[in-house]
C-alpha cells in the first residue's frame, strides 16, 4: 500500500499533465482556426492539391476536439470546482456544436465564432493549472486518514 503523499504526487502529475495538455491543445487549435483561412486562399491556386489537403487539414479539428475531450473529462473529474466543470463542458459542446454546424451549415454564423469556445478552454486550463490542487478525496485516503 502507498502512502498518501506518493498517490498525491501522483494524482498532482496527472491533473497537472491533463491541464497542460488540454492548454496545449487548445491553442493549437487556435492556430488551426486562425492560419486556415490562409492556407485555403493559397491553396485554391492549386485546385488539384486542394481537395486532399483540405480533407486533411478538417481532420485535425476532431482530433484537437477529441484530444480536449479527455483533457476536459480528467481535469473534470479531479477537480472540487463545480462553476469549472461547468465551464470546461459548456464551452466543449459549445465548440462541438460550431464545428458540426460548420460542416452540416445548419446556421448562418461567423466564423470567428469558433474562438470564443476554445479562448475560454485556454483560459480554463491555465486558471487550473496555477491553482492549488484541489482534487476530490480518494475512497483510500479517506479511509487512511481515519486509522
Known amino acids: 500500500?502507498?502512502?498518501?503523499?506518493?498517490?498525491?504526487?501522483?494524482?498532482?502529475?496527472?491533473?497537472?499533465?491533463?491541464?497542460?495538455?488540454?492548454?496545449?491543445?487548445s491553442i493549437l487549435c487556435l492556430i488551426h482556426c486562425s492560419i486556415t483561412p490562409i492556407l485555403f486562399m493559397t491553396?485554391?491556386?492549386?485546385s488539384l492539391q486542394m481537395e486532399e489537403s483540405h480533407s486533411l487539414w478538417h481532420l485535425l479539428d476532431y482530433l484537437f476536439l477529441i484530444v480536449s475531450f479527455?483533457?476536459?473529462?480528467?481535469?473534470?473529474t479531479r477537480t472540487r470546482k463545480n462553476w469549472l466543470k461547468?465551464?470546461?463542458?459548456?464551452?466543449?459542446?459549445?465548440?462541438?456544436?460550431?464545428?458540426?454546424?460548420?460542416?452540416?451549415?445548419?446556421?448562418e454564423l461567423s466564423e470567428s465564432l469558433?474562438?470564443?469556445?476554445?479562448?475560454?478552454?485556454i483560459i480554463l486550463h491555465s486558471y487550473n493549472l496555477l491553482?492549488?490542487?484541489?482534487?476530490?478525496?480518494s475512497q483510500s485516503s479517506i479511509k487512511h486518514s481515519i486509522q
Open 86 to 107: 461547468i465551464g470546461f463542458w459548456s464551452s466543449w459542446f459549445f465548440l462541438l456544436t460550431l464545428l458540426i454546424n460548420e460542416k452540416l451549415t445548419v446556421l
Open 70 to 76: 479527455f483533457a476536459i473529462y480528467k481535469t473534470a
Open 1 to 25: 500500500m502507498q502512502p498518501s503523499c506518493v498517490k498525491e504526487t501522483n494524482m498532482l502529475k496527472i491533473f497537472i499533465k491533463s491541464d497542460t495538455i488540454g492548454c496545449v491543445t
Open 131 to 137: 491553482q492549488p490542487l484541489q482534487v476530490k478525496p
Open 114 to 121: 469558433i474562438y470564443l469556445p476554445t479562448i475560454s478552454i
Open 43 to 46: 491553396w485554391t491556386s492549386t
